[in-house]
């Protein structure tokens, strides 16, 4: 029987989560989770996260559609960090992309684009 790790959300109560696509690798998104956040994610199967911006809890893809359907969720070996694996449905970025990764330090695209958050957001 595996005991559950321990998790270490810091001073602030958040720990760092990427979200990788679950097939394919792909590195989409970074955000930080509460414990709330955590424990919604593990009730629902979709990925929830906390606005450090906004100062609460948000299930990702609420207001878009694009949702990120978990499974499995892993702990790095200082409890410090979630890679959640996800099954994202449209783009991860509020951006438009399909990854929040989508350019290069000097600027260039490199991702693509799978919606206009025009459309998306009002």
Do not use: N
Request: proline fraction near 2%; hydrophobic fraction near 30%.
């Amino acid at each position: 029987m595996t005991e559950t790790p321990a998790l270490d959300f810091g001073d602030d109560g958040l720990v760092p989560a990427v979200a990788q696509d679950a097939d394919s690798g792909e590195v989409l998104m970074l955000a930080y989770a509460s414990r709330e956040a955590v424990e919604r994610t593990r009730e629902t199967g979709l990925a929830h996260y906390y606005s450090r911006s906004r100062d609460e809890l948000w299930q990702k893809g609420g207001s878009s559609g694009h949702t990120q359907a978990v499974s499995e969720i892993r702990v790095d070996c200082d409890g410090d960090a979630l890679l959640y694996l996800v099954e994202q449905t449209g783009g991860a970025c509020h951006t438009g992309y399909r990854s929040c990764f989508y350019r290069t330090i000097d600027g260039e695209a490199v991702g693509e684009q799978v919606f206009d958050p025009d459309d998306v957001y009002e």
